[in-house]
C-alpha cells in the first residue's frame, strides 16, 4: 500500500487563517481626558474578510524569529546598558507578521524614561519610537521622533528651522496638541544580510545611540529653553539623524 503522502504546511494554516473570527475589543476603562476621545471599543477584522490571505511558512518564520532574538536585537539592547533611557526586554517584544508579496516580521518598540512614563505628567519632551522590520534577506530599520515644545516657550525659530528643513529626505512635520507644538520627524533605512559587512553592529545600532544623544539633548533643553546653545545643539543633533 502507497504511504499516504504529509500534508504540506500551507493547508493547515489555511485552514488556522479562515477559522479566524474579527476580534472585538472592549475598553470600557479607558481613562477619560480633556478634549480627548475615549476609546471603548476596537474591532480587528480578518485578513479574509478583505478577499486575501498570507500564509507565513512555520521553518522560515522560525529562522527569522531567530535571527531577531540571536543576532539583531543583542547588540541593540546592549546598547542601553549603560543608558539612563530603556527599551523592552526581547521577552516583552512581540514579533508581528508582515507582507504580502515577502515573508517578514515586525518588532514595533518605544524608547522610554522608567522615571518619567510616555503619558504621566512628567512625560519628557521627546518621544521615541523603532520599527524594525526582519525578512530571511535583511532588515529594515524605520525611527520616528517627536518633538514637544510648550506654548510657553519663545518658539519663533520654529518656522524658520522648518524652512531650513524642508529639502531633507523626509521633511519634519509641525502639529498642535492642547497647549504645545509637536514636531514630527520620520527616517528608514535597510541592509539585505549580503552586504551586511563586517561593520553591521555599528550600521544596525548608529541610529539607536543618536537617538539617546538627541534625547539627553532634548532634557536639557527643557530645562533651560532661554538657552540659544542648547536649541541650536539639539536641532543640529536632530539634523544629523534625519537630515
Keep these: 500500500m502507497k504511504p499516504k503522502a504529509e500534508e504540506h504546511w500551507s493547508f493547515a494554516a489555511l485552514r488556522q487563517r479562515l477559522s479566524e473570527q474579527t476580534q472585538i475589543i472592549e475598553?470600557?476603562?479607558?481613562?477619560?481626558?480633556?478634549?480627548?476621545?475615549?476609546?471603548?471599543?476596537?474591532?480587528?477584522?480578518?485578513?479574509?474578510?478583505?478577499?486575501?490571505?498570507?500564509?507565513?511558512?512555520?521553518?522560515?518564520?522560525?529562522?527569522?524569529?531567530?535571527?531577531?532574538?540571536?543576532?539583531?536585537?543583542?547588540p541593540i539592547a546592549k546598547i542601553f546598558d549603560q543608558a539612563d533611557f530603556v527599551i523592552p526586554q526581547i521577552d516583552k517584544i512581540k514579533l508581528t507578521e508582515l507582507g504580502k508579496t515577502e515573508a517578514r516580521l515586525n518588532a514595533l518598540f518605544l524608547m522610554t524614561?522608567?522615571?518619567?512614563?510616555?503619558?504621566?505628567?512628567?512625560?519628557?519632551?521627546?518621544?521615541?519610537?523603532?520599527n524594525l522590520e526582519v525578512s530571511d534577506g535583511g532588515y529594515f530599520l524605520h525611527t520616528e521622533l517627536q518633538l514637544s515644545l510648550p506654548f510657553s516657550?519663545?518658539?519663533?525659530?520654529?518656522?524658520?528651522?522648518?524652512?531650513?528643513?524642508?529639502?531633507?529626505?523626509?521633511?519634519?512635520?509641525?502639529?498642535t496638541d492642547r497647549n504645545e507644538f509637536v514636531l514630527g520627524f520620520s527616517w528608514g533605512q535597510?541592509?539585505?544580510?549580503?552586504?551586511?559587512?563586517?561593520?553591521?553592529?555599528?550600521?544596525?545600532?548608529?541610529?539607536?545611540?543618536?537617538?539617546?544623544?538627541?534625547?539627553?539633548?532634548?532634557?536639557?533643553?527643557?530645562?533651560?529653553?532661554?538657552k540659544h546653545i542648547l536649541r541650536n545643539k539639539m536641532l543640529e543633533l536632530i539634523k544629523t539623524m534625519y537630515g
Excluded: M
Design 27 to 74: 475598553s470600557p476603562q479607558t481613562p477619560n481626558s480633556d478634549n480627548e476621545p475615549r476609546i471603548l471599543r476596537t474591532i480587528i477584522p480578518t485578513d479574509w474578510e478583505y478577499g486575501t490571505v498570507f500564509l507565513f511558512d512555520p521553518e522560515l518564520k522560525e529562522t527569522i524569529e531567530s535571527y531577531f532574538c540571536c543576532s539583531l536585537y543583542p
Design 113 to 130: 524614561d522608567p522615571q518619567r512614563p510616555v503619558l504621566s505628567p512628567e512625560r519628557p519632551w521627546w518621544y521615541v519610537r523603532f
Design 153 to 175: 516657550i519663545h518658539t519663533d525659530w520654529i518656522l524658520e528651522f522648518l524652512a531650513e528643513a524642508a529639502d531633507w529626505n523626509e521633511s519634519p512635520s509641525v502639529t
Design 190 to 226: 535597510g541592509r539585505s544580510f549580503p552586504t551586511l559587512g563586517d561593520d553591521w553592529e555599528n550600521h544596525l545600532t548608529e541610529p539607536f545611540i543618536k537617538h539617546i544623544k538627541i534625547a539627553q539633548i532634548i532634557d536639557r533643553f527643557s530645562r533651560q529653553p532661554e
